[in-house]
């Protein structure tokens, strides 16, 4: 069959099997002319389609492609002639045996010489140039980036690697002249972190800023001027590890340094992973630093860093650092488990061989695709096995681990029953962290059988996916997921929500003020074993081993946490203080008494830090508020004795300039002050009297006050008109939950430093006093002309227009002093009000009450107590 012209010339030649032909003279087109000599043009300047290589700019392929399809001839001009004269077959094959089509000579790839032409230079010519100016042109990146750069393009082939050489001269160029303790140049750790970072999947950013990591604060290099050449993200990064690297290390510096890694990790977690990237290398580098230092170190990475890493999943890097920081602190006893572990991996291995191909075989049986392999023992595992949970050498290493990985979660179930079908489990050894992932978002099965031999064998069974997130943890999220389902923004963040936990550390240290207190806490959390138990409607919770249902109601929220008065564990009453254990379904129960609290006795008992820091906080605050109270009457009982005008010298103008002169930040913090015993509260008063003009003012200011008037008495503060009986000089105080009145059954409980607190016989909160009888005591009205109590009413009321001001002005027209008011409203149109106020005369209060039900629209109103409705 014979070809057309043009169909001929576009068809790539072949080998000829018989002798060359001739070249015939033609009139080629120009080069770059018509269409195939615009697309031989586009070919030899490299727009062709092939990709760009390693080393190779974009299109080489192409051009490298020219030229083989026409060899050159002496001088670098194309021989046309050694082009085979044969036509192709059918597929591109060679048809030797096919006659030559006598048409005239299409327009060739590559023009052909003519005579006329023998001045002009050979089209073949520029194209060979460039290639050998390709060929020899020298690298521009340094050798010793190079480990890096194959690192990234293993992980992330299309990452645009421009950043890292930058990074590298910035880094390169500030570093030049520094050393070592291992003598190389300092460079030489940059490069080392980055490309640690890089083998875990880390992203050009990230790396950039482990490369610069140390400039800003071993060099000369500003950190605006970084931010200026490689933008905000990269700045961030290297400003927050720098940050972690300011703070000398010591027992308060350093629970303060952890403190800010945890701000840090809050605001982009890779600052944490380059910051236990750095201490990896230097982990590796520690033989060459002095032994007390090294000591020191390895032991803050076992306490820290090892852990965080653990949490944030990052094996790999944990085992490392284990393992090194166990070579540094007990270099005998690492020696020791290195020898016992090399005499008997033969052995082992041997027995490891045989377990794997039975499992394999079986999984092939069941058509289930899957890789089988062993698991490495590391020798701080070893050791801790040894040591702390006192097992022989023997049964520790003799224990195979054995790992499979399948492509589902439903084959790794099928796995599962295929391995219990050819082996008997051991009780108690299975664990499902795929339905129930630990807190760093490891998922995986694990078993143990009794296997060949009768030896146990201890058995893992997760997904790939499963498997990438156990060994790099966080980094996963850049490594392995794609940007839109993982949640990583353009800034390159992963959305971390999983790991509650880190949330966690960051609510403590804002609420922890002492760091030492928050570094012990943080050293409990992260070392912790873990028990999962369920919410009543079947949410799983990860709690600290050993953790008590008030830890769990803590775990659910702060409110619940400190309103719980009871709890049931899988449908049982239980005390709660009892142990939970995995799989118990918790239910708790709260109280609705305003202003309920925790007991100190929780924190006998709780082992959550979590829930520890709540229970304190609460405490504090609690004092607070009674030291507020107590100095307020303290300064009230001082100008009484004194007979001095209380209403005109604790006005409120008054007290906030006395705040502000004794550099208190408010009266209540000058309150406060009194009450906690720092100031005095005769100097209170004294300061107080001399800004009204000293005794003189306050002569005049008596005078008046004692003068007749008819005006109606307005409450004062200071008597509760409540005395212990067969006690005198008590400080008695009205407690807030009840706000017992003259007339109420009430009962005394002594507190720790604040004196005596009066509640009525029915408050909720006098139960749980009750449990300390030694603290009761008798107590009896005793109301005084200076008595005032505090009352709380409640309204319910048809939500209109002006209903708040018609009720305030009818306790206005009481001759009440409203202290605050708080209104809600519901979605059928029912206002409740709440309002609290002083008054002198508690038999008023039924008159007041009434005046209420009498507004336009008011269903009920009623006193609110500590117990139920008056």
């Known amino acids: 069959m014979r070809r057309s012209p043009a169909r001929w010339a576009a068809l790539p030649s072949a080998p000829s099997s018989g002798p060359p032909e001739p070249a015939r003279p033609t009139r080629s087109r120009a080069p770059g002319r018509g269409p195939e000599g615009a697309r031989d043009r586009s070919r030899a300047l ?8 390693n080393g190779r700019g974009p299109g080489s392929a192409d051009r490298l492609a020219v030229d083989s399809a026409h060899p050159a001839g002496p001088g670098g001009v194309v021989d046309q002639t050694a082009q085979s004269p044969s036509s192709v077959g059918a597929g591109g094959a060679v048809d030797a045996s096919s006659p030559q089509p006598p048409a005239p000579a299409p327009p060739a790839p590559v023009p052909a010489q003519t ?87 880390m992203t050009p950013p990230t790396l950039a800023a482990a490369l610069l990591h140390d400039t800003v604060e071993d060099t000369g290099y500003a950190l605006a001027e970084l931010r200026r050449e490689f933008g905000d993200e990269v700045a961030d990064l290297v400003d927050g590890v720098t940050k972690l690297d300011k703070v000398t290390y010591g027992d308060a510096a350093q629970a303060e340094t952890v403190r800010k890694m945890v701000v840090a990790m809050a605001k982009d977690i890779r600052v944490l992973v380059i910051k236990l990237a750095d201490r990896l290398h230097n982990a590796r580098t520690w033989k060459f630093v002095p032994a007390a230092s090294a000591e020191k170190k390895a032991r803050e990475t076992l306490e820290i860093y090892a852990p965080l890493a653990h949490r944030l999943g990052m094996n790999t890097i944990k085992w490392e650092l284990e393992d090194l920081s166990f070579a540094t ?28 191909e039975q499992v394999s075989a079986d999984l092939r049986a069941a058509k289930i695709r899957a890789t089988v ?46 391995l219990h079908a050819r082996w008997n489990p051991v009780p108690g050894r299975f664990k499902d962290y795929i339905a129930m992932p630990k807190f760093n978002m490891y998922q995986s099965l694990h078993t143990t059988v009794v296997g060949p031999e009768g030896k146990a064998v201890e058995i893992q069974i997760r997904t790939h996916d499963m498997h990438r997130r156990a060994e790099y943890g966080v980094a996963a999220h850049w490594k392995y997921k794609d940007a839109a389902v993982r949640g990583v923004g353009a800034g390159g963040k992963g959305n971390l929500e999983d790991m509650s936990w880190l949330r966690q550390l ?11 207190e928050f570094l012990d806490s943080l050293r409990f959390e992260i070392n912790a074993q873990e028990v999962f138990v369920f919410t009543p409607k079947g949410e799983v919770m990860g709690l600290p081993a050993g953790s008590t249902p008030v830890d769990f109601a803590y775990a659910v929220h702060t409110e619940v946490g400190h309103r719980t008065m009871g709890a049931r564990v899988n449908g049982r009453l239980v005390p709660l203080e009892s142990q939970l254990d ?30 520890r820091n709540k229970i304190r906080a609460w405490f504090s605050k609690e004092r607070r508020e009674e030291a507020v109270e107590q100095g307020k009457d303290a300064i009230a009982k001082a100008m009484r004795k004194q007979h001095l005008p209380i209403q005109r010298l604790m006005s409120h103008e008054a007290l906030v300039g006395l705040a502000n002169e004794m550099r208190y930040a408010d009266v209540s913090a000058l309150y406060a002050a009194v009450g906690e015993g720092h100031v005095s509260a005769q100097s209170v008063v004294e300061k107080l009297v001399t800004a009204l003009g000293g005794e003189e003012g306050a002569t005049e200011d008596l005078a008046e006050a004692t003068l007749p008037s008819p005006a109606v008495r307005r409450p004062r503060t200071g008597d509760p008109g409540v005395v212990v009986k067969g006690v005198d000089d008590v400080w008695v105080k009205l407690a807030r939950c009840c706000t017992p009145v003259p007339g109420d059954p009430i009962v005394g409980f002594v507190t720790r430093g604040a004196g005596v607190s009066v509640h009525r016989e029915d408050c909720g909160n006098v139960v749980g006093l009750r449990a300390e009888p030694d603290r009761i005591v008798e107590v009896e009205w005793d109301v005084s002309s200076a008595s005032v109590f505090l009352v709380q009413i409640q309204v319910e009321a048809l939500d209109r227009s002006r209903l708040l001001s018609d009720v305030t002005r009818v306790l206005s027209d009481s001759h009440v002093n409203i202290l605050s008011a708080q209104v809600t409203t519901s979605r059928d149109r029912v206002a409740l009000s ?18 209420v039900r009498r507004v336009d629209g008011v269903f009920d109103a009623y006193r609110v107590t500590g117990s139920r409705q008056a």
């Open 46 to 53: 490299g727009r062709g389609s092939g990709r760009p290589g």
């Open 582 to 611: 995995n799989g118990d379904v918790v239910e708790i129960f709260t109280s609705r008494v305003e202003g309920a609290g925790p007991s100190r006795d929780w924190l006998t008992f709780v082992k959550s830090p979590r829930a």
């Open 373 to 418: 392999s062993g698991r490495p023992k590391h020798y701080y595992s070893v050791y801790q096995k040894m040591i702390v949970r006192g097992h022989d050498f023997t049964d520790i290493y003799d224990l195979v681990g054995l790992r499979v990985l399948v492509d589902t979660v439903r084959d790794c179930y099928a796995v599962l029953g295929a």
């Open 115 to 201: 005579p006329g032409e023998a001045d002009a230079p050979p089209p073949g010519n520029g194209i060979r140039r460039r290639l050998a100016r390709l060929g020899t042109r020298a690298p521009t990146t340094p050798a010793a980036l190079e480990p890096l750069l194959t690192a990234v393009r293993a992980n992330h082939p299309r990452a645009d690697t421009a950043v890292l050489e930058r990074a590298y001269a910035v880094a390169e160029k500030a570093h030049r002249g520094q050393r070592r303790k291992s003598g190389d140049p300092y460079i030489t750790h940059p490069v080392a972190v980055a490309t640690i970072l890089a083998e875990l999947g």
């Open 506 to 516: 960051v609510d403590w240290q804002s609420e922890t003020a002492d760091p030492g």
């Open 329 to 356: 602190l007990y270099p005998r006893m690492h020696e020791e488990v290195v020898r016992l572990v090399a005499e008997r991996t033969p052995a082992r291995e041997e027995y490891l061989a045989t377990v794997r």
């Open 834 to 851: 709440r309002f609290t106020f002083e008054m002198a005369d508690a038999t008023h209060l039924g008159h007041v009450i009434n005046a």
